[in-house]
């Protein structure tokens, strides 16, 4: 099964990572939104998971109720307007729907705590350096997961609940 995962950025290039199975196929940078969502969906993912909150929280302001619930867990997530957020959610909304293939909202650094997983790892996995094109990785690796029924929903945030691939 290919899936994508997106390591969304606001001011700098977003990272983008597909794999196939558990084979990496691609992995690179796009800018407008139009090329992330080519690039993403080259190879026609199933899944998309993409690092940015896709909802608003109610009444427009605070915490959403997946990050009072993640963050109960052990989690921590920033609030989708505060600050340089505001900006990340916007696009992550606006992009969610530019999509065919399914998407989820994900968060790398929390997807691999999940699956006992380090970027280290990843890092020595994949011989990649660079920490964007690692949360797209993890991105992918959360759709993964997600694919094969190994996550927890909270919200319309996934959480993996077991360490695939690696």
Known sequence: ??????????AKPTAVATLDGCSLVYLGLASA?????????LLDP??????????????????????????????????PLMGPMRGLTERGIRLSRMFRAEVIEIHPATSLKAMGL???????????GHADLL????????????????????????????????
Do not use: H, Q, W
């Open 46 to 79: 199933a899944v998309v998971a993409i690092d940015a909150p896709l909802t608003l929280p109610e009444g427009g302001r605070g915490l959403r109720d997946v990050e009072v619930e993640l963050r109960r867990l052990g989690y921590r997530l920033l609030p």
């Open 1 to 10: 099964m290919i899936v994508a995962g997106i390591d969304l950025a606001v």
């Open 135 to 166: 949360d797209a990785i993890a991105a992918a690796l959360t759709a993964v997961a997600y694919a094969e029924g190994r996550y927890k929903r909270i919200g319309p945030f996934v959480l993996p609940t077991a360490r695939v691939c690696v």
């Open 118 to 128: 380090s970027r280290g790892e990843l890092r020595r996995r994949f011989g990649i």
């Open 33 to 41: 939104d139009e090329e992330i969502v080519y690039t993403a969906s």
